[in-house]
């Protein structure tokens, strides 16, 4: 699988690096191949506390998955996020299964 993981506006730690790559590579569980990961986290400077964006694109064959969360956290946004992209992949799954 190929990665990219980019942060805007911050500098993030190691700890939120890893999980993010651990968390996504764990979405090959549901749905294979996985070709590509584009992971956006960013800081966007504004008066709300919810201010910390995680944005998910899987490049898989045919369509890809796209979801995005924004909370108080990037851990909290990073699950949404994944949970988000795992329903559309379990859902892509299902239609490939019909359509043989």
Do not use: C
Not at 23 to 34: C, R
Not at 38 to 47: F, G, K, P, S
Not at 62 to 84: C, Q, T
Request: zero cysteines; charged letters at 35%; proline letters at 2%.
């Amino acid at each position: 699988m190929k990665w990219d993981i980019q942060t805007v506006g911050f500098n993030a730690k190691n700890e939120l690096l890893e999980s993010t790559k651990e968390s996504v590579m764990k979405l090959e569980k549901y749905f294979t191949p996985i070709i590509g990961a584009e992971v956006y986290l960013r800081l966007e400077y504004d008066n709300q506390n919810e201010n910390k964006k995680v944005e998910v694109k899987l490049n898989i064959p045919g369509e890809d998955v796209y979801a995005e969360h924004k909370s108080e956290s990037f851990e909290h946004s990073l699950h949404e996020s994944i949970d988000k992209v795992k329903k559309q992949l379990l859902k892509k799954k299902d239609l490939e299964r019909a359509h043989r």
